[in-house]
T-cell receptor, first 115, second 113 residues
């Protein structure tokens, strides 16, 4: 496989469930990102990882817990979510976080519905 | 990140050129101008970026004003597959700058057959 893949593509969960989103990149990049895209709102950055270390948490509630075991994999662990957390969750990667000119490659996203 | 202003929507006809404008009057000297687009039901994809000079690639051209306070993404011959939301984003390449992308609402491009 090439590029950035995300699983599952669709997820429906109850507010008391625990689930995880997975992202994998096959591009040899060192930086990975989680974004959230809610209906009628712009894409917003959630977390940034560089060489497995978290470098940014954009005031995300603790019910979202990221994990980056290596530069190729990124997880988003979900627990006790609210219906307003229903959104498209997008993963992206880039060569690194410095420079301002490296393009980011996005996965297809996971469409999450919280009942 | 400095802010950008784009029209909410634009329409074009297939096989005609499209000029998508972006204003960024508060741009700093170290800000790169990036364009991404998001096709329906997909994640965003990189289109092009530039600093001061006009840029061309296989997808599009980027024309940057001399004072850098505005730029225009040019699709030379629009196809139906170009229908998407186009985002103009500034990214700081200076010390302390990051790869963080700050998305606005973008311009929704409709291409008519």
């Amino acid at each position: 496989e090439t590029g950035v893949t995300q699983t599952p593509r669709h997820l429906v969960m109850g507010m008391t469930n625990k689930k995880s989103l997975k992202c994998e990149q096959h591009l040899g990049h060192n930086a990975m990102y989680w974004y959230k895209q809610s209906a009628k709102k712009p894409l917003e950055l959630m977390f940034v990882y560089n060489f497995k270390e978290q470098t940014e948490n954009n005031s995300v509630p603790s019910r979202f817990s990221p994990e980056c075991p290596n530069s190729s994999h990124l997880f988003l662990h979900l627990h006790t979510l609210q219906p307003e957390d229903s959104a498209l969750y997008l993963c992206a990667s880039s060569l690194n976080i410095a420079g301002g000119y490296n393009e980011q490659f996005f996965g297809p996203g996971t469409r999450l519905t919280v009942l | 990140d400095a802010k950008t202003t784009q029209p909410n929507s634009m329409e074009s006809n297939e096989e005609e050129p499209v000029h998508l404008p972006c204003n960024h009057s508060t741009i700093s000297g170290t800000d790169y101008i990036h364009w991404y687009r998001q096709l329906p039901s997909q994640g965003p994809e990189y289109v092009i970026h530039g600093l001061t000079s006009n840029v061309n690639n296989r997808m599009a051209s980027l024309a940057i004003a001399e004072d850098r306070k505005s730029s225009t993404l040019i699709l030379h011959r629009a196809t139906l597959r170009d229908a998407a939301v186009y985002y103009c984003i500034l990214r700081d390449s200076g010390q302390g700058g990051s790869e963080k992308l700050v998305f606005g609402k973008g311009t929704k491009l409709t291409v008519n057959p």
